[in-house]
């Protein structure tokens, strides 16, 4: 991903104000090159997250709202972007309002992601989930290009009525 500066990271936010933008606390000390998008949580306020995401000729940010995580680490998930299992507590459903008046009315879309949104560092290897992976056979370059097919048709679901 291409490195940005704070205040585009500001202005790529579709789905929130202004003001709200204004007062996203932001990452330090990105590793830009090895990400192929931009996922945090806010330190200051654990249930809010953030994506930016390179989308067509632009950049869009999502502001996203965590659900409590559940109580059960007996089971397990996949997260919905990088196809990483992890325990069920460390899945999270975020929800995204919609861009413009539908999000305006309170409309939403959701999905489990992985609780740190660190999807490129589990498909490079820097980050290992604590339960064992299914073997794949995709090389890590086509799971990458999954992975960004996968954000791309969920930015676009949020973009739908812009």
Known sequence: MQPLDPAEIRASFVNCSRGEAKSVTLPADVPWEKRDFLGWRDVKAPGR????????????????????????????????????????????????????KPGRDGNTVGTY???????????????????????????????????SEKVGRFVARVLETR
Do not use: W
């Not at 109580?71 to 999270?92: E, G, Q, V, W, Y």
């Not at 604590?130 to 990458?144: D, G, I, M």
């Open 49 to 100: 997250a953030y994506l930016v995401v390179p989308h067509g000729d632009e950049v869009i940010g999502l502001s996203l709202r965590a659900a409590p995580p559940p109580k059960s680490r007996l089971r397990s998930n996949m997260c919905a972007f990088c196809s990483t299992t992890h325990p069920l507590a460390d899945i999270t459903l975020f929800t995204a309002r919609l861009a413009g």
């Open 113 to 147: 992601l992985c609780s740190d949104l660190a999807c490129s560092a589990y498909l490079r290897g820097e980050l290992r989930p604590a339960v064992p992976q299914p073997k794949e056979t995709l090389s890590e370059e086509e799971r990458v290009e999954r992975m």
